[in-house]
């Protein structure tokens, strides 16, 4: 059975998820209308990986006996500038929820519920993944220059 405390804190997370979610849909969205139909694909993608997660997380809440809840996602920017600056917003959003996961782990801890604690290590494994491939991207994209910037959207579109 998991505790309130920890179905409140991961409810949380789900609509952060959520949020997350929305996030890189507009992102996409916006891409897509700047021309970069490659980053808006990559971008695509990683909206619906964001909607897995709160699946996972909701999933995992009523199998230990809990109610899973989305509560009110708010809205998101639409707007967001060069692909740079897109993906350099992609790295901190994920340093963000990286921080957030740990301290759900924290809290999983706290509660002494061991079954969490190994649901959750899953996705911080994840989140240093996340980092390192935005952070790879933002990398790519400042060393790249602006002729540079349509072959980075080229391999960013074969994203499977």
């Not at 949020?19 to 695509?44: D, H, Q, R, T, V």
């Not at 639409?78 to 990286?98: A, D």
Request: charged content about 30%; proline content about 1%; aromatic content about 8%.
């Amino acid at each position: 059975m998991i505790t309130e405390k920890l179905q409140k804190a991961i409810n949380e997370q789900i609509t952060a998820e959520m949020w997350s979610a929305n996030l890189y849909l507009a992102m996409s969205f916006y891409m897509e209308k700047e021309g970069y139909c490659g980053m808006a694909s990559w971008l695509k993608k990683q909206s619906m990986e964001e909607n897995e997660h709160a699946c996972e997380m909701a999933s995992y809440i009523i199998k230990r006996g809990g109610a899973a809840q989305v509560d009110k996602v708010d809205v998101v920017p639409n707007e967001f500038g060069t692909p740079l600056e897109v993906f350099k917003q992609v790295y901190e959003h994920e340093c963000r929820v990286s921080k957030m996961i740990d301290n759900l782990t924290d809290l999983a801890s706290a509660e002494k519920d061991k079954a969490t604690q190994d649901f959750l290590w899953g996705f911080v494994r994840e989140q240093v993944e996340e980092e390192a491939t935005a952070s790879g991207i933002v990398d790519m994209l400042q060393k790249a220059g602006q002729a540079g910037v349509f072959v980075i959207d080229s391999r960013l579109g074969e994203r499977k």
